[in-house]
């Protein structure tokens, strides 16, 4: 089976501050990938990042960064500088390559506050 | 705009009625699925179609079918609604598993309170 933790219900930061949110995952397959997503307060849910389990290099794609580290089982996604637009509900997620009935399974989410 | 189409965006059900949840996506995927989203506890999914024609229930299938109606199609029933379904439902659509290095497109979701 296949679990994702995202263990900060709820952050609050001050606009500029840098934020870091946490995702540990728990899988037997060794060929995975790794997904984050925002869902804004309209709703949606919006595609930020794949990453392939074989592909440990961190990537950065504006003031957004994310850091996977297969060692501790890690995904974890940084803003810096971050603004008022940045509120939003983010996943983290999974899928092994075999998919199937696991699907891609997320995390509970992790409630992100900027206030101005 | 290519993506997924769900409806209703809201509806109110007493206890017991039924409805049908549309879900059409226009990107030629194989692959669909229905998630229901409720406070803390992330998506879960309720049911997968990995092609047209087949279908399996997922990590929350009680109280729910699903009918893979073609390609595009990928509809979810409440046969007798209870308040425990009450949740924002979510369609997606994928090609992922077959290297599509996208992720999953996700519809607009269906906001559901049973009464």
């Known amino acids: 089976a296949q679990k994702v933790t995202q263990a900060q219900t709820e952050i609050s930061v001050v606009e500029k501050e840098d934020v870091t949110l946490d995702c540990v995952y728990e899988?037997?397959?060794?060929?995975?990938?790794l997904f984050w997503y925002k869902q804004p307060p309209s709703g949606e849910l919006v595609f930020l990042i794949r990453r392939n389990s074989f592909d440990e290099q961190n990537e950065i794609s504006g003031r957004y960064s994310w850091n996977f580290q297969k060692s501790t089982s890690s995904f974890n996604f940084t803003i810096t500088a971050s603004q008022v637009v940045d509120s939003a509900v983010y996943f983290c997620a999974l899928i092994a390559e075999r998919g199937g009935a696991d699907g891609l399974t997320f995390g509970k989410g992790t409630h992100l506050i900027i206030q101005p | 705009n290519a993506g997924v189409t769900q409806t209703p965006k809201f509806q109110v059900l007493k206890t017991g009625q039924s409805m049908t949840l549309q879900c059409a996506q226009d990107?030629?995927?194989?692959?669909m699925y229905w998630y229901r989203q409720d406070p803390g506890m992330g998506l879960r999914l309720i049911y997968y179609s990995a092609s047209e024609g087949t279908t399996d229930k997922g990590e929350v299938p009680n109280g729910y079918n699903v009918s893979r109606l073609n390609k595009r199609e990928f509809s979810l029933r409440l046969e007798s609604a209870a308040p425990s379904q009450t949740s924002v439902y979510f369609c997606?659509?994928?090609?992922?598993?077959?290297?599509?290095?996208?992720?999953?497109?996700f519809g607009s979701g269906t906001r559901l309170t049973v009464v």
């Open positions: 997606a659509s994928s090609e992922f598993l077959r290297g599509d290095s996208r992720g999953y497109t």
């Open positions: 990107m030629n995927h194989n692959s």
């Open positions: 899988t037997r397959d060794t060929t995975y990938y």
